[in-house]
Nanobody, 127 residues
Framework: QVHLVESGGGSVQSGQSLRVSCATS????????MGWFRQAPGKEREGVAS????????YADSVKGRFTISQENAKATMVYLQMDSLKPEDTAMYYC????????????????????WGQGTQVTVSS
């Protein structure tokens, strides 16, 4: 069973930065996709960024140039989302997700692709 635990959310002002983290036990899958998603009240969950085990990344247009996804895979697997130049519209609950997978050269940003989810961490950006 895979457990994903997010941390690092908080409240910041517009223009500031925040890094959220996702921790899980070290993944031994030969290939996997991990992604960050967000959901604001009254809106559907949307993909923000994803990363393949080999390091290939994908970003939603709304965050390109501002957010960076990265990973570590040592004793534990950690996936980070560095968020710079935050805007009030970035306010949402942020979730990380995982799908063991083969044959993909880039990880999708569709939530339905992913099978394992964390509980989320709240990010609030005030103007």
């Amino acid at each position: 069973q895979v457990h994903l635990v997010e941390s690092g959310g908080g409240s910041v002002q517009s223009g500031q930065s925040l890094r959220v983290s996702c921790a899980t036990s070290r993944l031994n899958y030969s290939q996997y996709c991990m992604g960050w998603f967000r959901q604001a009240p009254g809106k559907e969950r949307e993909g923000v960024a994803s990363i393949l085990r080999d390091g290939t990344t994908s970003y939603a247009d709304s965050v390109k140039g501002r957010f960076t996804i990265s990973q570590e895979n040592a004793k534990a697997t950690m996936v980070y989302l560095q968020m710079d130049s935050l805007k009030p519209e970035d306010t949402a609950m942020y979730y990380c997700a995982l799908r063991p997978t083969l044959g993909y050269t880039r990880c999708p940003l569709e939530p339905s692709f992913y099978g394992y989810w964390g509980q989320g961490t709240q990010v609030t950006v005030s103007s």
